[in-house]
């Protein structure tokens, strides 16, 4: 038979209300009386039931977080990094975190939706964000609590923690325009996404003040995938003139540009060079290891799962707006000496 919290308070001399609150540690039980009921739950063997008490507290203990998939499969080794910063946080919490995909548009806020009105979770992290995002307008209007990892267009009246792309690009344009690059492609993410706008400004920003143009026949937009950066390197350097330097918007496509070129019997940081940004695992051990932009993935997700948890309890978060400053990390694919990460 199942211990209960009546078999606690008879042992301990305590009532039902005391024992159940020393259990759920409210501050108004004694410090003594809680080591006591907790001792003895632990003797009995007593096993909360959670589903009770998370319907007593109207709450689900539980986070969501529908990842946009934008093809057949989801394998970006940037969200295991992200989903492990979440998981673990929320875990800290005693918070659960239920995954899903759904590819946007209509089925993706559908899926929201379910969501919301199943009460399956308290709240929401929502990922890669849109210029016109209706996933955030949704959760505005029903009075959800979310934070998101990425900025939109419109009012930034939402909580949000987000690395400065245009900085970050500058950075990358900088370095390839002193290492004598003059003819610089670029492959960017799909346009409807917010950080495409910010990377793509940064990279023509960075270049024009070595007064190189980025032209707009040197750039292709991809899916974020390996495959993708393959393709799309493999349109660059089938042109007359070859780029004497890539960057993409993100590791993933930067490692399959490498592929590519090295399937046409180029060498990565001296025919061309490539570059990329995240700073993924894979960037560190790829023949060369890649030249990027490091931004700390698992504390962006750890940080607005903080942000989240601390709107579900009803409470301001300490830092509602965050924009961090990824850093440039050399390494040898873009034709230069491999040096640290710059703290």
């Known amino acids: 038979m199942a211990v209960t919290i009546r078999d606690i308070?008879?042992?301990?001399?305590?009532?039902?209300?005391?024992?159940?609150?020393?259990?759920?540690?409210?501050?108004?039980?004694?410090p003594e009386t809680k080591v006591l009921v907790r001792q003895v739950a632990v003797e009995l063997g007593y096993e909360p039931n959670l589903l009770a008490q998370r319907l007593q507290k109207q709450r689900t203990d539980t986070?969501?977080?529908?990842?946009?998939?934008?093809?057949?499969?989801f394998s970006d080794p940037f969200f295991s990094e992200f989903l492990a910063g979440v998981g673990n946080r929320a875990a800290r919490s005693g918070f659960d975190l239920l995954v899903s995909t759904q590819p946007p548009g209509e089925e993706e806020i559908n899926a929201y939706r379910h969501k919301v009105q199943g009460r399956q979770v308290d709240g929401f992290i929502v990922v890669r964000t849109r210029r016109q995002d209706a996933r955030i307008d949704y959760l505005r209007r029903a009075g959800v609590p979310f934070a998101v990892f990425g900025r939109a267009d419109g009012t930034l009246d939402f909580p949000f923690v987000d690395e400065d792309g245009v900085l970050g690009m500058r950075l990358m344009a900088d370095h390839l325009a002193r290492l004598g690059y003059r003819r610089v492609a670029c492959i960017a993410p799909p346009a409807e996404?917010?950080?495409?706008?910010?990377?793509?400004?940064?990279?023509?920003?960075?270049?024009?003040?070595?007064?190189?143009?980025?032209?707009e026949s040197q750039i292709r937009v991809s899916d974020l995938t390996q495959r993708g950066g393959y393709a799309a390197a493999q349109s660059l350097l089938a042109e007359a003139r070859i780029p004497d330097a890539i960057a993409a918007c993100n590791d993933l496509m930067a490692l399959g540009a490498m592929s590519a070129a090295q399937s046409r019997g180029l060498v990565v940081g001296q025919d061309v060079a490539i570059t990329g940004f995240d700073d993924i695992p894979m960037a560190e051990h790829s023949h060369p290891p890649l030249t990027t932009l490091h931004q700390p993935i698992y504390e962006i997700a750890a940080t607005l799962t903080e942000m989240l948890l601390a709107i579900i309890a009803g409470k301001t978060p300490e830092q509602s707006q965050v924009i961090l400053k990824p850093h440039l990390v050399i390494r040898r694919s873009c034709g230069s000496a491999a040096q640290p990460a710059q703290p």
């Open 63 to 73: 986070i969501g977080l529908i990842l946009p998939t934008f093809g057949p499969r």
């Open 9 to 30: 308070a008879e042992r301990t001399g305590k009532s039902i209300t005391t024992v159940s609150r020393a259990l759920a540690g409210y501050d108004d039980v004694a």
């Open 193 to 215: 996404l917010m950080f495409a706008q910010l990377r793509l400004q940064g990279l023509r920003e960075g270049l024009a003040e070595h007064g190189v143009l980025l032209e």
